[in-house]
């Protein structure tokens, strides 16, 4: 029963932390923080009740004569992404502690909602319990946007909105349509993915459906060219929001091309991943691109995430032992080091009441923990030697090679775009002579000091000893494997 309470511990603390706020706002967060912690002691207690390739498993009858169960299991793979959703959750708590003043209940109720729907898309192996928790994640999103956000937040909700359940209405005709494929088959009514495995389907539905699949997570990714809700939605979304959007929400779909469309398509893959791969190395120079022009500072950490993630997109298609490594390795550094970016901005807005770089300068003297913070995490992002991304997109940039060697080289040339982006937020907000904002702004609280100190950590681990990683995933990576059949 460790993966039930793994998915209620975030449900009933949210609860908790709306009905508390109506004593104090302070218990909201108390609640919260005590209830991500407990997710993540969960985790870090040896899990019991796997057999075979998981570490925990429990299938129960949900609604048997529609062939739903509540079948859950988790293997290296999920642990991984679920122990970054804790920490992520704890983080964001921390960060948003003083951001948030207004309907703080609500907001934590809103933002541990949506980490249950993650949680729940990361052990869901019924496909209709994974679309239910798919579309839970998403509302309560919805809300932090469009509630708790910035100048165009109802824009940028309603837009992310219509983008996802645009991909989650795919996904569900996708889903209904295999069901009912394998009843003509077998005269079994089932949702179970370890049983639709076994289907057999002809050359031009197997394309169809792994479109269904595809474009729905593609979206999530997001991958060019379904990326256009991301920018808005990360710019005006609250810091916490935004922590949650890219560290987690995006490895949702990732992790949905990973556990789900490959395995159930192999021979589509094998066909479509020339495509796919096209557009991984597209959204990597496009994203680099287009945050090299940016003045909004939110906006250029949003659009560095389509680069990265144009790494992971182009790791999965290439399909081997080294890509699929650096897959993984790149999901979680990015988590860290984006979401870090993406605190430090909430920070800067917080004191300076602007986004815009060219309204910043000369920072480095009157905020030296920020701005030398800001710069591990900007050479992070851009992928030093010695650090989490770097290890990730260079294990992607040689597990392709092995395959294609024009798809490496041109991803390569992303690496040299994210030099400059990175250098040039360094640049236009710390150095230079200073803005004139008025008054000397405060340095950064023990509070953010602690945040940043995990995330720092974090990412030096992954970058200086990365291997007790890739052998906590491996079981994972082997269970998807074992079922596709890419090259």
């Known amino acids: 029963m460790t993966l039930v309470w793994l998915v209620l511990i975030p449900l009933l603390g949210g609860c908790l932390a709306w009905l508390a706020a109506r004593r104090s706002p302070a218990w909201a967060r108390w609640i919260s923080l005590v209830a991500l912690f407990a997710e993540l002691a969960l985790l870090l207690v040896p899990v019991t009740g796997g057999h075979g390739r998981w570490l925990a498993e429990v299938d129960l009858p949900w609604a048997p004569p529609l062939g739903i169960r509540f079948h859950l299991a988790m293997d290296g793979l999920s642990f991984a992404l679920i122990l970054l959703t804790a920490v992520l959750g704890i983080l964001s708590v921390l960060a948003s502690w003083t951001e948030i003043t207004e309907k703080v209940g609500f907001f934590h109720f809103n933002l541990l909602l949506t980490l249950t729907g993650v949680v729940g898309v990361f052990l869901a192996l019924d496909l209709l319990l994974f679309f239910f928790f798919w579309e839970l994640m998403l509302i309560p999103m919805y809300f932090l946007i469009v509630v708790w956000g910035h100048e165009r937040r109802v824009y940028a909700a309603i837009k992310f909105f219509l983008f996802t359940q645009g991909g989650g209405l795919l996904l569900l005709i996708a889903i209904l349509t295999l069901s009912f494929l394998y009843f003509r088959q077998s005269h079994v009514v089932t949702f179970d993915y370890l049983t639709l495995l076994k289907i057999h389907l002809s050359p031009g539905t197997d394309t169809l459906l792994m479109l269904g699949f595809f474009i729905a997570f593609a979206v999530k990714l997001p991958a060019v060219p379904f990326h256009t809700w991301l920018p808005d939605a990360h710019t005006e979304a609250p810091t916490a929001g935004s922590v949650v959007l890219a560290g987690l929400l995006l490895k949702t779909g990732a992790y949905g091309l990973l556990r789900f469309v490959i395995p159930l398509f192999p021979d589509a893959s094998v066909h479509f991943a020339p495509f796919a791969m096209g557009m991984g190395v597209a959204g990597i120079i496009y994203g680099a691109t287009l945050a090299f022009a940016q003045t909004d500072l939110k906006r250029l950490v949003a659009y560095s995430s389509v680069s990265h993630l144009g790494f992971v997109l182009l790791g999965i298609y290439a399909w081997n032992g080294l890509a699929l490594q650096g897959v993984v390795m790149q999901m979680l550094a990015h988590g860290l080091s984006t979401g870090a970016l993406f605190i430090l901005v909430g920070a800067l807005q917080e004191r300076l009441k602007t986004r815009d770089m060219g309204k910043m300068g000369g ?11 800001a710069m591990f995490f ?62 000397a702004p405060p340095d950064l609280a023990p509070r953010h000091l602690f945040v940043m100190g995990i995330m720092m950590a974090g990412l030096v681990w992954f ?25």
Do not use: K
Request: proline share 9%; charged share 10%.
């Open 378 to 439: 900007a050479v992070a992002s851009l992928g030093l030697p010695g650090l989490g991304d770097f290890v990730g997109e260079f294990l992607v940039l040689l597990g392709t090679y092995r395959i294609a060697p024009a798809f490496a080289a041109a991803a390569a040339a992303g690496l040299v775009a994210s030099a400059l982006y990175a250098l040039l937020l360094i640049q236009r907000v710390f150095h230079g002579p200073p803005s004139g904002t008025g008054g």
């Open 463 to 487: 970058g200086m000893a990365p291997q007790p990683v890739f052998d906590a995933v491996a079981p994972g990576l082997d269970n998807i494997t074992a079922f596709a059949r890419i090259p």
């Open 363 to 373: 920072l480095w003297t009157s905020m030296p923990r920020l701005a030398a913070i």
